[in-house]
Nanobody, 115 residues
Framework: QVQLVESGGGLVQAGESLRLSCAAS????????MGWYRQAPGKQRDLVAT???????NYADSVKGRFTISRDNAKSTVYLQMNSLKPEDTAVYYC?????????WGKGTLVTVSS
């Protein structure tokens, strides 16, 4: 089992920045992909960004150039630096990790961007 705990959400104004963190614990030896998804009210959960153990990244088009994902394998932690935030970035952000073929999810952290 893998436990994921997110932190760093909050309320900001448009144009400001936030940094999300997600720490993994439990049976984490050999974690593969880690990343972030988000779900806005009334919408499906969508990919934001992922990063492999080797550091290869993938971003949703809507956040390219504004968000940066990074990972500290020694700490089993993944980060999401979010700059130039927009009201449409408002959502619950969920941490994701994959161990072999099994996905794990955090409980989510709310990010609210006011205009």
């Amino acid at each position: 089992q893998v436990q994921l705990v997110e932190s760093g959400g909050g309320l900001v104004q448009a144009g400001e920045s936030l940094r999300l963190s997600c720490a993994a614990s439990g049976s984490i030896s050999g974690l593969n992909d880690m990343g972030w998804y988000r779900q806005a009210p009334g919408k499906q959960r969508d990919l934001v960004a992922t990063i492999t153990r080797g550091g290869t990244t993938n971003y949703a088009d809507s956040v390219k150039g504004r968000f940066t994902i990074s990972r500290d394998n020694a700490k089993s932690t993944v980060y999401l630096q979010m700059n130039s935030l927009k009201p449409e970035d408002t959502a619950v952000y969920y941490c994701y990790a994959r161990l072999l073929v099994v996905p794990y999810w955090g409980k989510g952290t709310l990010v609210t961007v006011s205009s």
